[in-house]
Each structure stands twice: as structure tokens, then as C-alpha cells.
């Protein structure tokens, strides 16, 4: 059963806190579009940078790119997006709804009582009929077909596109990969719960590069390696799961494929995909474009047109995710205590600085410590309400430590540190609390 309740709350408290606004909300919003407030931007962030940490930080054989949005539009036609990228639709000439005809089961028609559409006895649905998911603007001053272009549907074709010159300019040597963070777009006809699909969208992607008949090892090991960053993020590892894509659902140009799932309130969805993507991509290109995208490998003295395993993440479905993962209600002293466990690596604010009084120099020693703090690493200084109220404020937005300045600090330069999860305290010596809690935050 889908607990929406928790969503609601999720969606309220992101709203209330400052993670996630709807797109101009004074407007009426918009559908399926949200913004990033100040703590949500952070953690968005902060989710990003741990992924290139690991893909290219951290490996010799993977490098960086950041490809445009706009892209000349033979690509599309390339990789059959044009053609393919489509969504079976049926409209309801009674309630004027629209609906995925390979959804109908998961739909709900606006007549009520609430039932499937096509259920009421008033429900005339129309036969299905195909409707491209890319979003069309015109590039130049005039609208016209041949001005055509489209907002990129996915990050993979930048990659693909770009492949040569990253080899050559890398002066890397298969197996390699190009990783890439950046904006997707996708004219969805069914998008909801929140930020987990959405017409805007950022996509984390990597795609690693390997001789035919490596392909089937490297898939294994990258299957591997990307459930263990999602365990690392701090994931309940129960709430994972890989599905295998079947012989019914596997894509035109995939070898094999595997989505990592959560288990959200509103049931198991994918989060990342591992795909083996044979040399579809750069064999298309290679024809359309004419211009040859093989590999030459001296050891070997052979060409061949490199296999790709590719490892594609969500940056907003795994933000969600964390989210997700983190929220909990307690009960403390007859109270309840919502608080967002998050992994301290990612969460918006390391630490709180709190003064106990606002008397006998501790909000000076306070604003001193958080500036301090500050430069280096994300603080927040609150000095509202009881210290009660101000660590309950700061487990709703997920920080692990919480500083207060009290009367020892004056006597002996301590401070009180109390712990988000096991609300345990410890006193800390002012002048190293920087390094004490970047110890604790940092991968």
C-alpha cells in the first residue's frame, strides 16, 4: 500500500524548511517543476559532488565533461529519439483526460468515485496514438521547420558525440570512461510524486568505453561498484533491490540491463540504471555522422568500435531518496521529534551554533565560533527560543551536530556538542571544533 502520508509530510516539511519550492508557486505552479530552496540546493549538491568524487576523482580512467543542451539535431534523428521516443497515449472524451495507454492500471480517472479509466460506464476512451516526449523550440529568428531543435531528453549523446575528442584530448586508452552531470528534459504526460519524475530533470551519467567481448566483466563490475555508493550514501540497504530488465522490456540496443529500486512510500521505483549498451550508440553516430568513431589498440593491432556499459542516476530521484531514507518521527518526553538522519557527508548543515543565554558574553563568543566555523564548513547560528527548540529546528533539517556555548565555555574555551541521532553530548575544545567536525563530516 502507498503511504501517502509520509509523502505529505515529506512534501510539507521540504516546503516549510526551505528543500523544495513548486515552480512559481504565486502563479499557481507549475506542473511537475520545482526549484531547490536553500537547504534543498545544498543537499542536491552535496549528493552530486560525492557521484564525481567517485566516478572521476577517485579513478585514472574516467574523465569529466559538461556538453551543451542544444545539440544539432541530426543527433536526435541518430539515436532514433526523433523517430521512438514516444509514449502510447489515450485521451477520455468524457472527463477530456489524458492518460499512457501501458499505464491504464496505475491511473485513476477524475470521475468519481475514484476508478481505473475506462472503468466508469460515461468513460469513451480513444484508440492509442504516439506522442513524442521531446521538448521543440526554434533556434534563430524565425519558426520555421528547418530551425528546429529540441532540449536534450537525456546527458548520454553529449557523451557519445564527444567521445573522440575526450580520447584525444585525454590522451586515454579503452577502457575508459566520460562521466557528465547535467539538465534532461522530457515532455511527460504522467509525472508526479513530487520530484521523483519531472519535465526538468538533472541526470548523473557515465559511460565507460570497452573492447567487445570485455563488456559482459566490466557490466558486472559497475553493477557492483553502484550499489556500494548507494549503501555508502547512507541507504537502508533493505529498501534496495536490482530488478533485471526482461526480454519484454530490455531496449532495442541493450545487451542487458538492471535498475537499482528503492522502496519509496509509494512503492518500489528505479533510482539508477546499469545498461549494456553494445556499440549501438557510436555505430549510429559513426553512420550518420560519416565520421569513423573506432578505436585503434596497438598492443592488439586491431580495430574495433568500442561496447559501452553505461551507469545512469537521477540527481533529483536520488535526493528524493535521501529524503526518503532519512525522515523519522520520534517520541521524546512526550513529544514528537522529526528529524532527518541524513549520512553527515551530505547533510545541508553540519552544524548549528547556538549561545545558551543571551547574556554574559555567549552570543558574542557564538557569533565569533559560527563565523569561524563558517569558512569552513556550512554552520547556522540561531539564537531563538530554547535551546529545546532551536536542536529541534536543526534535526528537521538533518544536521548532526549542534554547538552550544554555555558558562564553561566562558571559564575553560568548551563547548557543548550534542549528537542529531543518539542526542549524546560532548565537550569540545572551541579552537579545534572546526577539525573535529570535518573529521566526522567528510568522506
Request: with cysteine; glycine share 8%.
Amino acid at each position: 500500500m502507498a503511504d501517502t502520508t509520509l509523502m505529505d509530510k515529506l512534501v510539507s516539511l521540504c516546503k516549510r524548511r526551505g528543500f523544495v519550492f513548486q515552480s512559481s508557486e504565486i502563479y499557481g505552479g507549475l506542473g511537475s517543476v520545482w526549484d531547490y530552496g536553500p537547504l534543498g540546493v545544498e543537499l542536491k549538491k552535496n549528493v552530486k559532488d560525492r557521484w564525481w568524487r567517485a566516478m572521476v576523482h577517485a579513478r585514472d580512467d574516467i574523465e569529466g565533461l559538461d556538453a551543451a543542451i542544444l545539440m544539432h539535431p541530426k543527433v536526435w534523428e541518430a539515436s532514433g529519439h526523433v523517430a521512438g521516443f514516444t509514449d502510447p497515449l489515450v485521451d477520455c472524451k468524457t472527463c477530456k483526460a489524458r492518460f499512457r495507454a501501458d499505464k491504464i492500471q496505475d491511473a485513476q480517472c477524475p470521475q468519481k468515485p475514484s476508478k481505473h479509466p475506462g472503468e466508469h460506464t460515461t468513460c469513451e476512451l480513444t484508440e492509442p496514438r504516439l506522442f513524442n516526449l521531446m521538448f521543440k523550440t526554434f533556434m534563430g529568428p524565425v519558426e520555421e521547420s528547418a530551425a528546429v531543435i529540441y532540449l536534450r531528453p537525456e546527458t548520454a549523446q553529449g557523451i557519445y558525440v564527444n567521445y573522440l575528442n575526450v580520447l584525444q584530448g585525454s590522451r586515454q586508452k579503452v577502457p575508459f570512461g566520460i562521466a557528465q552531470i547535467g539538465k534532461a528534459f522530457r515532455n511527460e504526460i504522467t509525472p508526479g510524486n513530487f520530484i521523483f519524475r519531472t519535465r526538468e530533470f538533472e541526470q548523473m551519467e557515465m559511460q565507460f568505453f570497452v573492447k567487445p567481448g570485455a563488456d559482459a566483466e566490466w557490466f558486472e563490475q559497475w553493477r557492483e561498484l553502484r550499489m556500494a555508493w548507494h549503501h555508502a550514501l547512507g541507504l537502508n540497504p533493505a529498501k534496495l533491490r536490482w530488478h533485471e530488465h526482461g526480454p519484454g522490456e530490455l531496449a532495442h540496443y541493450a545487451k542487458a540491463a538492471y535498475d537499482i529500486e528503492y522502496e519509496f512510500p509509494f512503492g518500489w521505483n528505479e533510482i539508477e540504471g546499469i545498461h549494456n549498451r553494445t556499440d549501438f550508440d557510436l555505430q549510429r553516430h559513426q553512420a550518420a555522422s560519416g565520421k569513423k568513431l573506432d578505436y585503434f589498440d596497438q598492443a592488439a593491432n586491431e580495430r574495433f568500435v568500442p561496447y559501452i556499459v553505461e551507469t545512469s542516476a537521477g540527481a533529483d530521484r536520488v535526493t528524493l531518496t535521501t529524503l526518503v531514507d532519512a525522515y523519522r518521527e520520534e517520541q521524546v518526553e512526550g513529544e514528537t521529534r522529526v528529524v532527518l538522519g541524513f549520512h553527515p557527508s551530505i547533510a545541508p548543515i553540519k552544524a548549528g551554533v547556538f549561545p545558551l543565554v543571551k547574556k554574559d558574553g555567549m552570543p558574542e563568543f557564538a557569533t565569533r565560533l559560527y563565523h569561524d566555523l563558517k569558512r569552513q564548513v556550512p554552520a547556522f547560528y540561531d539564537d531563538s527560543g530554547a535551546v529545546g527548540r532551536r536542536y529541534r529546528r536543526m534535526d528537521e533539517a538533518g544536521t548532526p551536530f549542534c554547538i552550544t556555548v554555555d558558562g564553561q565555555t566562558l571559564q575553560d574555551g568548551t563547548v557543548t556538542v550534542r549528537h542529531r541521532d543518539a542526542m549524546n553530548q560532548d565537550r569540545v575544545a572551541a579552537d579545534t571544533l572546526a577539525a573535529w567536525i570535518k573529521e566526522r563530516t567528510e568522506d
